[in-house]
């Protein structure tokens, strides 16, 4: 047998994956949701896919429940096989009512290639799709958005990323909502928030997660996506809180960049990163923006 005293700590993350085969996907009880107010903030989650709105959920998951903050799901596509689309509106609805999100639909099936080559190739196409964008926007009136970064790598994230620019750049200055860019698929270069979520937040969105049934089957990225947040504390100690700084004593985290829309261009909202700890209010961030 080794004595490398690592392998029984190596081995218990596998064991973890393993017991973790056996949890529920779906049907399981919800917990209490805060009640909120009928003129609450409202910020919009523009999902590339049904799931996403799990994976980077942290921070909006925090601003409703600490902050009385409405969140809205936009599902902007429902995946590109078009046999799953409904069934995995089903799981979506799921999801967002778990986790008390709202849920608001582009179309019928979603929006349909959206993608870098739809947005060069498919003008008219393209175009109706960051007008039906657009009026979210206006029609909401959001005092945040949250949305993939540019090179979140997957080719509906990139695509998703440009429609929402496309759209923030026709809309008047002055109605701008703070935009969270988020990261799944791809890191960010430069991100500036570190979020920490507390083991009942994270087992939220992880049950959450396990709603959308047969994408967790063909894929069991739930039980995996604990792992990824505390490698994003290890990223984040230094992307976020600076090259050789300490590391905070967060367990579980999800890293976005946070920033404002200005002629144009996407400015980060502060000079410096921040990390937001689970026992601090979220509400805070915005004291830091900058002028």
Known sequence: MSKNPYLSFASSFRQLVE?????????????????????????????PHPDDECIIGSLPLRLMREAGTRVVNIAVTLGSNKKRQQPRLAELRNACDYLGFELQETSPNGLERITTFARKNEPEHWAAAVESI???????????????????????????????????????????????????????????LMVESSEADLADLLAALSHHVEEVRRNPFHLRM????????????EVVGGQGGEAPSFDFATLY??????DGIFEPAWSDGKMLAKDASPASLFDFLEV
């Open 19 to 47: 017991k973790g085969v056996d949890l529920p996907l779906g049907g399981i009880k919800k917990q209490p949701r805060p009640k909120l107010a009928e003129n609450a903030p409202v910020v919009l989650v523009f999902s």
């Open 134 to 192: 657009e009026a979210i926007l206006s029609d909401w009136s959001p005092e945040a958005i949250f949305f993939p970064h540019l090179l979140d790598w997957n080719g509906t994230h990139v695509g998703v990323h440009h429609l929402v620019m496309d759209a923030l750049a026709a809309l008047s200055s002055h109605s701008l909502p703070l935009l969270v860019e988020t990261e799944y698929w791809g890191q960010m270069h430069s991100p500036n």
């Open 226 to 237: 604990p792992a990824w947040m505390q490698d994003n504390v290890r990223l984040g100690a």
């Open 257 to 262: 960049r946070v920033g404002r829309f200005l």
